[in-house]
T-cell receptor, first 113, second 114 residues
C-alpha cells in the first residue's frame, strides 16, 4: 500500500529566504507524485506533479520539487519565499494503474515579513 | 473556478436535520471522490465513485450516504449527524485511465453540526 510522510507540522521561514517542505513516500512500482496547496476555507489547488523525466519539476507560483528515487523523497522548494505563500501544503502519491491518490498529513508554511 | 463546484459553501444543521451536499464537475472526468477534512487531522477519503459505481467506502458511518447519478454529479446525503461531523467536506474528480491525472478539488462545504 502506498503512503506519504510529511515529517514537519509547520515550517517557518522569513520572506525572501529559500523554503523547503519535506515529503517522503512509499509505493510499489513507479510513483506519480503531486503537491497541492490549500488556503484557508478553500479546496486543495494543484501545484505540480512528477510523472517521469527530469527529476526537478517546476510548478505554479515559482515552486519546484525534486524527485529523489534513492531517498524516496519529493521535497517542495522555492528560492525566495513570499508572505502570500503562507498556506497548508500537501504531498500525495499514487502508483501505476488505478490506485487512489494518498495524501500526507499536510505541512503548514508560515512566511514572516 | 477549478471546474469542480460544490454547494452550499457553508451549512449549519441540527443533529436531527437532513441535508445534502452537492458536487458538480465540468471536466469530463469519470471518477469522483468525497473527502473529510477536520482540524488537525489528515485528509480522510470517504467515498470513491469510478464510472458512477461506488468502489470504495472507507468505514464511513451510515449517517453519510453518497449518491452518484451520473459521472458529473455527486451528492452526500446527511442525516442525524453528530457534532464531531463538523468539518470541511471536499469533493474531487479525476480521469481514471490516466494514472498521472491530478485530482481537481472543489472549494468545499464547511459543515457545522449544532
Amino acid at each position: 500500500a502506498q503512503s506519504v510522510a510529511q515529517p514537519e507540522d509547520q515550517v517557518n521561514v522569513a520572506e525572501g529566504n529559500p523554503l523547503t517542505v519535506k515529503c517522503t513516500y512509499s509505493v510499489s512500482g513507479n510513483p506519480y507524485l503531486f503537491w497541492y496547496v490549500q488556503y484557508p476555507n478553500r479546496g486543495l489547488q494543484f501545484l505540480l506533479k512528477y510523472i517521469t523525466g527530469d527529476n526537478l519539476v517546476k510548478g505554479s507560483y515559482g515552486f519546484e520539487a525534486e524527485f529523489n528515487k534513492s531517498q524516496t523523497s519529493f521535497h517542495l522548494k522555492k528560492p525566495s519565499a513570499l508572505v502570500s505563500d503562507s498556506a497548508l501544503y500537501f504531498c500525495a502519491v499514487r502508483g501505476t494503474g488505478f490506485q487512489k491518490l494518498v495524501f500526507g498529513t499536510g505541512t503548514r508554511l508560515l512566511v514572516s515579513p | 473556478e477549478t471546474g469542480v463546484t460544490q454547494t452550499p459553501r457553508h451549512l449549519v444543521m441540527g443533529m436531527t436535520n437532513k441535508k445534502s451536499l452537492k458536487c458538480e464537475q465540468h471536466l469530463g472526468h469519470n471518477a469522483m471522490y468525497w473527502y473529510k477534512q477536520s482540524a488537525k487531522k489528515p485528509l480522510e477519503l470517504m467515498f470513491v465513485y469510478n464510472f458512477k459505481e461506488q468502489t470504495e467506502n472507507n468505514s464511513v458511518p451510515s449517517r453519510f450516504s453518497p449518491e452518484c447519478p451520473n459521472s458529473s454529479h455527486l451528492f452526500l446525503h446527511l442525516h442525524t449527524l453528530q457534532p464531531e461531523d463538523s468539518a470541511l467536506y471536499l469533493c474531487a474528480s479525476s480521469q481514471v485511465e490516466q494514472g498521472e491525472s491530478r485530482y481537481t478539488f472543489g472549494s468545499g462545504t464547511r459543515l457545522t453540526v449544532v
